[in-house]
């Protein structure tokens, strides 16, 4: 006989990444619900159907697992992943839009829970704060940039300000204001603010120089 039995057991199972999927899904949902405050491993362990144990192996704590979770949603979009309407103002409504009633429910749900986290773990503000923000402005970033490049926008904008703008008054409704954002208020954003700034009106569809 040799060894590699006894190490394979020292060693453990390996990871299984789709197991860490389910236990991150279960912890935006739990955060979604309860706020950061509220919310358990415990909590976390049932909804995804997982002993506590296992949780705490991959991470020895709460504030831990829900750094992973909220950096999921840290991704640097491409300007295949977004919408191509044709217009600055298709593209952001499409952009916002999702694609079904609870799609925008949940999502707004869990970026309330990571809007909770700002003021209840400091640590961790940077982290939800960039969650919130920035994918959002990376996407309305490269759509504007399109506009520009197809003729619809002036090319003096100040594109990474007007990015800014729906992320951060999004991120201020829901982490000061302690109100709900939807579509609705969303696409005002964009005609009133967005748009203008790019030196459109809203419905102008402006080709070439």
């Known amino acids: 006989m040799t060894d590699?039995?006894?190490r394979r057991s020292r060693g453990g199972r390996p990871r299984d990444a789709s197991r860490d999927a389910a236990i991150v899904a279960a912890a935006l949902d739990v955060l979604s619900e309860h706020g950061y405050e509220r919310m358990t491993m415990d909590q976390v362990a049932r909804r995804a159907g997982a002993g506590k144990a296992t949780l705490y192996r991959r991470w020895p704590s709460k504030a831990e697992l829900v750094a992973h979770a909220v950096a999921q949603f840290d991704r640097t979009p491409t300007l295949e992943d977004l919408p191509d309407t044709g217009t600055l103002r298709g593209d952001l409504l499409a952009l916002m839009r999702p694609q079904t009633d609870e799609d925008d429910r949940r999502a707004l749900a869990v970026a309330s829970g990571i809007a909770s986290l700002l003021s209840a773990e400091p640590a961790l503000a940077d982290a939800a704060g960039t969650a919130l923000v920035e994918p959002f402005v990376a996407s309305q970033r490269?759509?504007?940039?399109?506009?520009?490049?197809?003729g619809e926008v002036r090319d003096d904008v100040d594109v990474d300000t007007v990015a800014h703008v729906t992320p951060s008054m999004t991120a201020f409704r829901l982490v000061v204001q302690r109100k709900p954002v939807d579509v609705d208020l969303l696409a005002r954003l964009v005609d009133a603010v967005v748009l203008p700034a790019c030196g459109l009106r809203p419905g102008e569809h402006r080709v070439g120089p």
């Open 4 to 6: 590699e039995p006894a």
């Open 142 to 150: 490269l759509l504007i940039r399109r506009a520009i490049e197809r």
